[in-house]
């Protein structure tokens, strides 16, 4: 009999690094890529407000407990901003 161990939470992954969840986030990641380039913040740009995200106490599993949005896509779009405003550090 194998022991049951109760299901971790990543508290500070994005969904892009969730290990065994690559399927299930598929859509996701293809939305993101094909938004079109003049709705979209530059590479190093989504970079640096991903980066905010992952120190931020309210992520968890990729998601935002403030608003309840998936941080990768939140970061991808010109028009957005974080709800707690700690993406003003990454020039935005």
């Not at 299901?7 to 986030?25: A, D, H, S, V």
């Not at 120190?55 to 949005?69: A, K």
């Not at 779009?77 to 993406?87: E, G, I, V, Y």
Request: aromatic fraction near 8%.
């Amino acid at each position: 009999m194998t022991e049951s161990r109760p299901q971790r939470y990543c508290r500070k992954c994005l969904t892009r690094e969730m290990i065994g969840q690559e399927e299930y986030f598929k859509n996701l990641q293809e939305y993101i890529a094909n938004i079109e380039p003049d709705l979209k913040v530059s590479g190093e740009l989504y970079e640096e407000r991903l980066a905010v995200c992952k120190e931020c106490d309210l992520l968890l599993q990729g998601m935002c407990r403030s608003c309840g949005c998936y941080v990768e896509l939140r970061a991808a779009m010109k028009k957005n901003a974080c709800p707690r405003h700690k993406w003003e550090s990454a020039g935005t």
